[in-house]
């Protein structure tokens, strides 16, 4: 008997674990994952579509704060602009992305050549690769795409649950054949399922810019959180001054409900609406946990406003102390915005990456500089110099590193900067 002939197949018994999320976890977590803009629009579409939910505008008066700005000069390019300086990015990395926003069009694409843009600036055309992906990380989803295909890819890559053979036809660049019935029967998919591939891409939004185009459409940065500073002493408070409240409707619920036979789709209105108010509040909870600690933890910028002060802090350790998982406090500081002394920024602001073990990035850079701004004009100090100081103070740095945040910087080497200092 050959080997060929002893093979045969046998049932084979595996156990595998899989964790679901219920529901109303799934609500939960989306709800957290809002800014505050887009939780008060789910709170209007959801008094829309719900005969027995109103909203109650909420009383509170904008403050004078610096993020706010003139209606004549809110547009596209100042929406992008404003994600680029709140982030965490090198500086050459926002310079880059700021030379693309310029060349957008008014749909929101980049459709001009990346060569000729470094061919009229200082970036390479690998500095400008890597500042197209930042780019395409911005809201509006979908900006700084050179097609109508790699649009619709980028948007239909960061929904959830997207169809998969709408992917799959964005992703191979097949747009023009889904366009097209006639060319259906040459595709390995069912006429079926390319129905269904044409109706989720057609959910898309083809033009993200087009939110923008109107001047007077103005979108104001609304804080989840308030730090206020009282000799020293940090308090932190919820922001509810913008936020509606959602009101049910009882006494109409139950004389409706009474009188129909339809009692399933009140119960399902009432249930939706019972679902949303614990998702928000749970959100405002989480929120203000995470605004407890992360105000004890980073105190001493928050009561002087010093980028240096900035302690290092991930997400991991975050969860831990709280007691929650890394993705709940990724999802919680997503979009979310924080008011302290008069002045607005982003809550990822105050989770700076670590650079060693007890420094962030930020103090390394003011440390660098402070140290160049005393050394003597005559012998500046070399990399390996500024590698042994550091060292000296238990901080461990490489050449390398130093010389990365010295470029960041815009410090000549030690050479350049005698040099400079004979001339």
Known sequence: MTRLQKMVLKPKEQLVTRLFLSPKLKQNLTVLSYSTHDLINAMKEMSASN???????????????????????ENLIDHLLLQVDLSDWHTWEKGAVKALIYHLDEDGYLRIDLAKIAEQTEFTLEKLLRAKSLLQSLDPCGIGAANLAECLALQATQKD???????????????????DPKKWSNSRFSISELNDALASIQTLNPTPASDYIVDSNVQYLL????????????????????IPEMVFDEKSYRELKDQSNESKYFSEQKQRFLEMKNAIAERQKTIMRLGKYVGQFQHGFLTTMQKQKLKPLGLKETAQALGLAPSTI??????????????????????????????????????????????????????????????????????RVIAKYRKKLNIPNSYSRKSKSID
Request: with cysteine.
């Open 161 to 179: 649950n997207f169809n998969p053979v709408a992917l799959e036809i964005l992703l191979n660049n097949q747009l023009e054949m889904l366009a």
């Open 223 to 242: 804080p989840d959180l308030i730090y206020k500073v009282t000799d020293g002493r940090i308090t932190v408070e919820n922001f509810q001054a913008q």
């Open 51 to 73: 005969p027995f939910v109103t909203l109650k505008e909420p009383k509170g008066e904008m403050q004078n704060l610096e993020w706010l700005r003139s209606p004549e000069g």
């Open 330 to 399: 990724s999802r919680a500081i997503k979009d979310k915005y924080v008011q302290c002394q008069n002045k607005v920024f982003s809550l990822k602001i105050l989770f700076p990456r670590k650079v060693t073990t007890d420094l962030s990035q930020a103090r390394i850079e003011y440390d660098l500089q402070k140290i160049i701004k005393k050394e003597d004009v005559r012998a500046p100090l070399s990399d390996q110099q500024l590698v042994e100081i550091f060292a000296a103070h238990d901080v461990t740095l490489s050449r």
